[in-house]
């Protein structure tokens, strides 16, 4: 059965935007976060296709994400570590242990260790070990392939970001690693300095701008499209939605898509959002499965006939009120996620 709501996947402008952050990221490889699921998008499309492009560092946040992904034999490391539960799982080999706490580092070697990354916290307060513990040999006699730090502010202009290079640079030599990781999407974009030996960018990726220095550079990836299940005529005075927040000034042609805030497609887009390059404004509130749009300038849309969606991601987080995160990972089980360019 063809769902009424689908994904317009661009994979090509995906594949460029990882080639573009690999360029930005200098001498340092280049990974990818593909977790929650490709942050929307399908997580083992996102990984055929980076794959396909050069990438070959991937990180996803939990087991279960990486059992679903076991088939494809990635390069994976699980962010949130291994707890009891995960043991079994993680001593199958199909994915790195991120290790984040004191806790899972004795926990690793007494179950024989393995190759694995750590975690060490320079100031975001998440997750991460202390640089004291670190220093202090908490890690010796493990086998570590990537020591990783996060970075807090990193989408602002902040003296913090430069505060928590300087402390993760100076563990550089303290332990027996074979890589440095600090900057995700918008590390990247603060130049090479953040880099190290291996960038993780996320949100980048998928066509969200993290920073002003990836205008221009990095490609919209996913648009909506959703089917006209009715178009009608609204006369003037009539309400359109929830709430009649809408009211028409003119005769006016509505188109009701198949849309709404279950799909990720959220109330802050009501009068806001828009179809087809602007042509079409979102008039009403937006509720759980409908929207309307005004069609008025397009005679030739008809119900069955299929809209796209404006979500360029800085944009749509302007209008909508939500982060690009948000928007992208918030996007549906029922869209339909085959289509792609």
């Known amino acids: 059965m063809t769902a009424p709501l689908r994904l317009r996947i661009d994979t090509a402008a995906l594949a460029d935007n990882w080639r573009t952050l690999d360029r930005m990221s200098g001498a340092a490889a ?12 399908g997580a083992s499309l996102v990984a055929r296709h980076l794959t396909a492009a050069g990438c070959r560092d991937f990180f996803v946040a939990t087991w279960a994400e990486a059992e679903r992904l076991a088939a494809m034999r990635l390069p994976l490391s699980v962010l949130h570590g291994v707890r009891v539960e995960d043991m079994a799982v993680a001593r199958t080999g ?40 670190v220093r ?25 970001n430069a505060r928590q290079r300087d402390l993760f640079g100076s563990l550089q030599g303290v332990t027996d690693v074979r890589r440095m990781s600090l900057a995700n999407s918008a590390g990247i974009a603060l130049g090479v300095d953040y880099a190290f030996d291996l960038t993780r960018p996320g949100l980048a990726l998928y066509g969200g701008i993290p920073r002003r220095e990836c205008a221009g550079v990095i490609r919209q990836v996913v648009t909506p ?52 390059d602007g042509a079409l404004p979102v008039i009403g509130r937006v509720s759980m499965d409908l929207v309307a749009l005004d069609v008025t300038a ?3 849309l008809a119900e069955g006939d299929w809209v796209a969606i404006d979500f360029a991601l800085p944009d749509a987080a302007a209008r909508s009120g939500m982060s690009q995160y948000e928007l992208l990972t918030s996007l549906g089980r029922r869209y339909a996620r085959g289509r792609t360019v």
């Open 30 to 41: 280049c990974g990818a976060a593909i977790k929650a699921d490709g942050y929307g998008l």
């Open 94 to 133: 199909i994915a790195r242990p991120v290790l984040n706490t004191n806790a899972q580092v004795a926990r690793w070697k007494e179950a024989g260790g393995g190759a694995c990354d750590v975690m060490v916290d320079t100031g975001m307060n998440r997750l991460g070990v202390s640089p004291d513990a």
């Open 136 to 160: 202090g040999g908490l890690l010796d006699g493990l086998t570590i392939e990537t020591l990783m730090s996060h970075l807090a502010c990193a989408d602002e202009d902040s003296v913090m």
């Open 225 to 276: 499209e959703a089917q006209i299940l009715q178009r009608r005529t609204v006369q003037a005075g009539d309400t359109v939605g929830y709430n009649a927040i809408w009211t028409a000034q003119r005769e006016t042609e509505v188109a009701i898509v198949n849309l709404g805030y279950a799909d990720g497609y959220f109330r802050g887009f009501s009068d806001r959002g828009s179809a087809d």
């Open 298 to 300: 397009a005679r030739e």
